[in-house]
């Protein structure tokens, strides 16, 4: 008899057994379940069938699904390792930037776009999301790989890159570049990135056990993990950077202390909510950019290029590592997601990203979101 | 960098961490933690320090907490158990229904209230919002107990007979009663309950171990209990029922079938989200009601009449059981919660209801939720 509670339970069906049901067909034609979450979304959004259309609460659901999807991720991974691989990841992140960038802006400026436009287009370009790289090398038991290693941490690392190149063109946009501010916003993103990795593990081992033996209501350690996670996420979204980076860093401090039953509550959680994430991909993609063909044209360019680049870029960040890991690491920083969606809806918003351009990159985030899980099943087959 | 993932986090972890602090707190002080959890509600929400506004994302993870915290107590429930307490159950419900609603009406009309909404308010004050209950018992481990057996299903029998009570209160509201459409009504929300409280429990033993076998995607005995609970809450939903019940009758139907793994994640997502509940609860409570000494004063007695008439109207249906159990079952039935809420609210909406009655009923509706827990507590105290 709840007030809105019958659109809930009914919300709740459509897209978690939607979703579910197209990743079990496309595991048994041997293809990705992920891809199969994403087509859900496009299946149920209102490009195709239009049951369900983005509201605020579902797309609260899918942010609430990629924090804990990034949390799980980050549960598995120890600082040390990441560390380890950081000044090879730092190579692969800023390489994976350039080049994208300047294609990018290239194309859209050859295309006949503004300078702005092609600036923000470029930017759009630059960030990985790598929730959906995450997942796929998670659900094959891959994270402790020294490619995936490396494309954790250089996804973070390019993430705060991400931030800087963002800044960057926004202040070009509002033609005034406060340089001050710029360097400002840089150095708090990558000191708090630095500190968290390097500190954070040490400071959980430490301060977990007083703490867990001290308080009495509920599920004690399940539910500091949860304070963690949160906490991180607000602050490195004051800090500047993605929520996400946040939720994986309070996961990676956790990993040498969670035990079983904190990781299989997690996984509960993160078992509802990231088909959420994942459709809601799919239900952004508005299939009518197909209805011009120019548009069409510069979509598949675009898109070429966003996954040309990173994997030219990335790859080439990781020439020590020999061709095979070179592949591996350039598919999995191919993935653009929401962050590219954000950035051009950003431009928009500032006036400076006209409608089809906005739908370009939100093709080119879905199309390099929905070929990166084939293309990394078929890179990290074992010959 | 996502759009509102800023907001998203932050909401999480001032209502999660300030309902887990002050769990904490209750506990140390020997109170149920339970209120700490609403009562955090009140502190954070408009009433006191205003940090938190109720918005359509909280409220959804509210429905969502108590649909999980309904599921999981139904997992702890065996069918049989419940049918067998059957008619004892029918006996407090019904005496349950009766005693509240004269009373409700009595006063409001004694008070100088309009006929139809001292209907409403009686309406308001019939359903038991057996959540909370529900929630003390389990955390006590006393679901087995036969007290908890019968609070549980006389609730489920509570929450129908309630809806035939609004049912028949809103005809009236509208000035016309549809003798037909209240009889279907009936019959479809008492044959759904009974239908899977029947043969729930049965069907699942036989089907889910088929599927679980042919199925390879994902934690499937996972996904398809959370598919399982969306589709009978939609379903009660559609009955004409509350979409706890759905909740909670799934999880009765998994009781036997549901493994350590399947109830760990479950109790994640419950720990995660039930404090929405709980603190919901809380932020609901408009304090300024206490500005007026008429409105305060009919708080209290319709506060007092709430209590006392579950206490003697479900006491005495248990009347073969003894004293002990008597009390036990009437202080179990006396919390409203959100039920009431959503009566009064309906009765607001329909114009029938004024704004200082609704405050009432929300008042009641809190403050028997608040006093439940530690009474709960006493009358389940060993001696």
Redesign the interface.
């Known amino acids: ?6 659109n ?3 919300a ?2 459509v897209v ?2 939607s979703a ?1 049901l197209l ?2 067909v ?3 034609l041997k293809l990705p ?1 992920i891809v ?1 979450e994403i087509l859900a979304g496009v299946l149920i959004g209102p490009s195709v069938l239009g049951w369900i259309h983005p ?3 579902l ?3 899918a ?2 699904g ?2 804990f999807l990034l949390f799980q991720v980050g549960l598995e991974v120890r600082a040390h390792e990441l560390i380890r691989v950081g000044r090879l990841a730092a190579q692969v992140a800023i390489l994976g930037v350039i080049v994208p960038f300047v294609l990018g802006w290239a194309i859209i400026t050859l295309a006949g776009g503004a300078r702005i436009e092609a600036f923000f287009v470029a930017a759009s370009m630059v ?1 990985t999301s790598v929730g959906i790289t995450a997942r796929v090398l998670g659900s094959k038991g891959l994270l402790q790989d020294v490619a995936s290693q490396i494309i954790l941490a250089a996804a973070v690392i390019d ?1 705060v890159l ?2 800087i190149v ?1 800044a960057v063109v926004s202040s070009l946009a509002r033609d005034r570049v406060r340089i001050l501010e710029l360097v400002a916003t840089a150095v708090l993103a990558i000191g708090f990135t630095i500190v968290i990795a390097r500190w954070g593990t040490r400071t959980v081992s430490f301060v977990a056990p007083h703490l867990v033996s001290r ?5 004690v350690r ?2 500091l993990a ?2 963690l996670l ?2 991180l ?2 602050a490195a ?1 004051d800090a500047g ?4 980076v ?2 994986f860093l309070a996961g990676m401090s956790l990993a040498d202390t969670a035990g079983e ?1 904190v990781r ?6 993160a ?2 909510l990231v088909p959420f994430f994942l459709a809601g991909i799919g239900m952004r993609l508005d299939l009518t950019v197909f209805y011009s063909f120019n548009t069409v044209a510069l979509a598949l360019v675009i898109f070429a290029a966003a996954v040309a680049s990173k994997l030219i870029g990335c790859g080439l960040g990781a020439v020590q590592l020999g061709r095979k890991n070179m592949l591996r690491i350039g598919i999995g920083m191919v993935p653009r997601g ?2 590219g969606m ?2 051009a ?1 950003l431009g928009m918003t500032m006036g400076v990203v006209t409608k089809p351009i906005y739908t370009v990159v939100v093709f080119m985030a879905v199309a390099t979101t929905l070929i990166a899980p084939p293309l990394l099943n078929m890179a990290f087959r074992e010959e």
């Open positions: 008899m709840s007030a809105d509670s019958t809930i339970p009914l709740m069906l978690f057994g579910k990743a079990e496309f595991e048994r379940g199969g509201t605020t609460v797309s609260a659901l942010d609430l990629v924090l960030a993430d991400g931030l963002l308080l009495q209501a509920g599920d399940f539910n949860m304070i949160f906490a996420s607000v979204a950077i993605a929520a996400i946040g939720a039953r299989d509550m997690t996984n509960g959680v078992e509802l929401e962050v954000v950035v809806q």
